[in-house]
């Protein structure tokens, strides 16, 4: 009965050997969806309902799955071509009115992405080897039609490395690797996952203000110019120990500038009528949230550690590495960064 927290993986530098199962790292929502006949559940990753979001995902479940069964996997959308995922319209989902949530369904529907079986008509498979859950779920998805799919995997390291290169070309952000031995666990890290990782020098152009008080940094505020020389928000850092926000706070003091100038000046953009920076700065979670931030001369710069960039943007936030003093700003530009090689996500979902 829901809910049932998924089992977790923990980080690793490279993709692991032994007796394991290999698959695509999903960037979409972590999903654990429960169906008994004609009633649907959908658990999130923090055990959330999820089922009033995604009718569209419930009406495939109820016509390619199993009439009882728990399936964990993970809720996608393929942008308009169908060729990369979208997290981004994924995230516009996740909205309180019921007639968006209806229209968004139509305009951006998703896809179920299965990859675990935790039980099937009246058995509990949680307790089984992952190798006897891999087969009984590919004979459960046996007849299953999109948007409903299973996940392609593989026991071969060698292939594993090959889908870690290509499949990100694709929105997919690494490789997860389960022991074939393994029990379902919830909320254990009981499995493995292998990130892309790499790092990019950023101007730092701002900070907000720590939530414990006005005199520690919460998050630096990151750009990196465009071709026509302008510099783009591209994201934050903000993971430090408080007696580094505090200094970094006395720090950056004498860099604080005025709005008049600065190449994120969005009031004033927003008066133009102009897109400009701040529409890219938006919370992904909170609409509501206070995006006011303290404005610095862009003199200093940063060196970073990423996953990847979802269009001109970290997908996540981005990790402190080092301070680079020998940087010019004005050479942090986007043509330092990885360009992965483009890959089809529709020859993913067929397996």
């Known amino acids: 009965m829901p809910p049932v927290p998924p089992m977790l993986a923990k980080s690793v530098a490279a993709i692991p050997g032994g007796a394991m199962s290999y698959e695509p790292k999903w960037d979409g929502f972590r999903s654990v969806v429960f169906r008994d006949g004609g009633e649907v559940e959908i658990g999130s990753r923090n055990e959330r309902p999820m089922t009033r979001y995604f009718p569209e995902v419930v009406a495939a479940v109820k016509a390619s799955l199993p009439e009882r069964c728990v399936i964990d996997g993970e809720i996608v959308i393929p942008d308009a071509d169908g060729r990369c995922l979208d997290f981004e319209a994924l995230l516009q989902r996740i909205h309180p009115a019921d007639s968006r949530v209806r229209l968004l369904a139509e305009q951006t529907p ?5 990859f675990d079986l935790l039980a099937l008509g009246g058995k509990d498979y949680t307790s089984e080897p992952f190798s006897a859950r891999r087969e009984a779920l590919q004979q459960a998805l046996a007849d299953a039609l999109p948007p409903v799919y299973l996940t392609p995997a593989t026991t071969d390291p060698g292939l594993a490395e090959v889908w870690f290169s290509q499949f990100e070309g694709a929105g997919l952000d690494g490789i997860v690797a389960k022991p074939l031995a393994g029990t379902y666990q919830p909320d254990k890290r009981a499995m493995f996952k292998i990130k892309h990782e790499r790092t990019a020098d950023c101007v730092v152009a701002g900070y907000r203000p720590h939530k414990s008080g006005p005199d520690a940094i919460g998050s630096l505020l990151l750009g990196l110019y465009n071709d026509d020389g302008n510099l783009a928000s591209i994201g934050v850092i903000g993971a430090f120990p408080m007696a580094t926000r505090k200094a970094l706070f006395t720090e950056l003091q004498p860099l604080v500038t005025s709005f008049e100038g600065h190449p ?29 931030f303290v404005p610095l001369r862009p003199e200093r710069v940063v060196e970073v550690r990423y996953d990847h960039m979802e269009g001109t943007r970290f997908r996540h936030t981005a990790q402190f590495v080092r301070w680079r ?7 942090c530009g986007f043509s330092q960064l990885d360009e992965p090689v ?8 067929a397996g």
Do not use: Y
Not at 267 to 282: F, I, K, L, N, Q
Not at 325 to 331: E, F, K
Not at 342 to 349: E, G, P, T, V, Y
């Open 342 to 349: 483009s890959f089809n996500l529709a020859d993913i979902l």
């Open 110 to 114: 998703a896809a179920f992405v299965a």
């Open 325 to 331: 003093p020998d940087r010019d700003p004005a050479s």
């Open 264 to 292: 994120w000046n969005w009031a004033a953009h927003a008066e133009a009528g102009t897109r400009h920076p701040r529409e890219a700065e938006g919370s992904r979670w909170n609409a509501g949230k206070d995006l006011s």
